[in-house]
């Protein structure tokens, strides 16, 4: 009998090859890779650069509205608007107003806070990154880095309440032994003396709110000096101290800087902390001991005077002159970095 049969099997199916392998594969794998590699690529950079124009254009914005609304004001002020330091005067047909006043207490408040709270924080980060043990350092820098969770309003509260009362013997042995000097002077509002509403602690509470910003970029700097750097300078027989002096601090510079800046940004700008512990006008002179008004505190101190567009331009103008302020501070810094980068 013959077992053979004509013809394809009908039962037979189709068995799938072997993949491609050898070049064909490569090809193949690699070509996809690309393909979503430079998609990837294409729309990462659509985003950052969407992203830093969107950036520059609404500053541009609020720069352009500040203008528009403080320009009428400016044309109808019939002081000098950098020079005047007298009454602020919005309403009637004869305004008077200007920043000078304004200025200087906020230089004042900043300057008190940086001068106290950059050697704090250097200290700290130092501290954290070379000399701390391991169990201690997320304790504490948890514990630092609190101090930016709280409210400003709350250290409002607690400088005119729990700090300015208990400054009050300090500032007045300041001003009974060190009146030869011009920072310790009997103010002209013997007020400020009983409640502790000075200048001075207005500059004490600033430096603690800048304080955990200040540490946290110096801090995470510092921590990013190459061992090698550091290593080098062991093998060279140096103690830990002057590890830090020839690698750390060098390298970690232009952080800290950077740290600062934005710590004084912050103090520049403060509103409700200051507001509570000062916001009376004060002379322009260099006695801690005074009160005074800094361009955020003047500002929302006066916010039921907006019923008019000359008067809130007036304020606006005054607003407009912390935005610069802010761009020259920020620009003074990024020179610094700058510098220290290209020596």
């Known amino acids: 009998m013959t077992s053979s049969l004509s013809g394809p099997d009908p039962m037979a199916g189709t068995i799938p090859g ?48 500040l203008v528009i609304q403080a ?40 300057v008190i806070a940086l001068i106290l709270a950059m050697p704090v924080a250097l200290g700290i980060s130092i501290f954290l990154t070379q000399y701390a043990p391991r169990r201690l350092v997320g304790p504490i820098t948890y514990l630092v880095d609190l101090l930016a ?28 032994n060190l009146s030869f000097l011009p920072f310790f002077k009997e103010p002209t ?4 003396l009983s409640t502790g509403g000075t200048l001075l602690t207005a500059g004490i509470v600033l430096a603690v709110m ?11 700097v510092f921590v990013q000096t190459p061992i090698g750097h550091r ?14 002096k020839v690698s750390v601090l060098p390298f970690g510079f232009s952080g800290y800087i950077s740290g600062s800046m934005l710590g004084l940004g912050r103090a520049l700008g403060e509103t409700m902390a ?14 801690l001991m005074e009160s005074g008004e800094t361009f955020a505190t003047k500002i929302a101190n006066n916010a039921a005077e907006f019923d008019s567009p000359i ?8 607003g407009l002159t912390l935005f610069v302020l802010t761009f020259i501070v920020n620009a003074a810094a990024r020179s610094v970095v700058a510098g220290k980068a290209k020596s």
């Open 18 to 65: 072997p993949p491609p392998t050898g070049d064909n594969a490569d090809k193949s794998g690699s070509a996809t890779a690309g393909t979503v590699t430079r998609l990837g690529d294409q729309i990462f950079r659509t985003l950052s650069v969407g992203s830093g124009i969107f950036i520059s254009v609404l500053i541009a914005l609020i720069a352009v509205f």
């Open 71 to 110: 320009v009428p004001a400016l044309l109808k002020n019939s002081e000098n608007f950098f020079t005047y330091s007298g009454d602020w005067v919005t309403s009637g047909d004869t305004l008077q107003f200007g920043i000078l006043n304004l200025l200087y207490a906020t230089v004042v408040v900043s």
């Open 149 to 176: 969770a709280v409210p400003s309003i709350v250290y409002g509260l607690w400088g005119i309440l729990v700090l300015g009362p208990a400054l009050v013997p300090l500032d007045n042995w300041l001003v009974n």
């Open 189 to 192: 509002q013997v007020a400020n």
């Open 210 to 220: 800048i304080l955990p910003i200040i540490t946290a970029v110096t801090r995470e």
């Open 231 to 244: 290593e080098a300078a062991l093998a060279l027989g140096a103690t830990k101290w002057e590890v830090v």
């Open 274 to 287: 200051l507001l509570l512990i000062i916001s009376t006008a004060g002379p322009l002179n260099f006695n």
């Open 311 to 318: 008067k809130t331009g007036a304020y606006i103008s005054a």
